[in-house]
C-alpha cells in the first residue's frame, strides 16, 4: 500500500491554470507502475484524467488532451499535474492513485485497478 497525499487544489477562472502535486511513500516501486490522476464529481463515477507508466509513456483521457500534462521524478515519490485552460467541466475532486502492473494498460480509466489512493483535492472553475 502506498500512503498518497495531493495539494495544490484550488479555485480559478475559466482559463486559469492549477498544476496539482501529489506525494507519495511506502510500498515499493512495483506498487507505482501506474500513476494517475482520477477526478470525480458528486454523483458520478470516477473518471480517469491521466497515466503514467513505469517507462514514462503517458496517456489522457479526450477532455484534457492538449490542456493538461502528467509527469513525475524518477524516484516514483511526486506525481505532478500541470492544468491549462480550465474550462468549469474541469471543476471536480481530483484524486492521485497507484497501481503495480496490469494489461491491457488501456485499462488505465479503470478506477478498480488502482490499489492506492489519496484523498483528493478540490478543483472549481468558474465561468
Known amino acids: 500500500q502506498v500512503d498518497l497525499v495531493e495539494s495544490g487544489g484550488g479555485s480559478v477562472q475559466s482559463g486559469g491554470n492549477l498544476t496539482l502535486s501529489c506525494t507519495a511513500s511506502?510500498?515499493?516501486?512495483?506498487?507505482?507502475?501506474?500513476m494517475a490522476w482520477f477526478r470525480q464529481t458528486p454523483g458520478n463515477e470516477r473518471e480517469g484524467v491521466a497515466v503514467?507508466?513505469?517507462?514514462?509513456?503517458?496517456n489522457y483521457a479526450e477532455s484534457v488532451k492538449g490542456r493538461f500534462t502528467i509527469s513525475r521524478d524518477n524516484a516514483k515519490t511526486k506525481l505532478a499535474l500541470e492544468m491549462n485552460m480550465l474550462v468549469p467541466e474541469d471543476t471536480a475532486m481530483y484524486y492521485c492513485?497507484?497501481?503495480?502492473?496490469?494489461?491491457?494498460?488501456?485499462?488505465?480509466?479503470?478506477?478498480?485497478?488502482?490499489?492506492?489512493w489519496g484523498k483528493g483535492t478540490q478543483v472549481t472553475v468558474s465561468s
Open positions: 511506502g510500498g515499493s516501486t512495483y506498487d507505482r507502475y501506474y
Open positions: 492513485a497507484t497501481a503495480r502492473f496490469f494489461w491491457p494498460t488501456s485499462d488505465w480509466t479503470t478506477p478498480s485497478n488502482f490499489a492506492s
Open positions: 503514467i507508466e513505469a517507462d514514462g509513456t503517458t
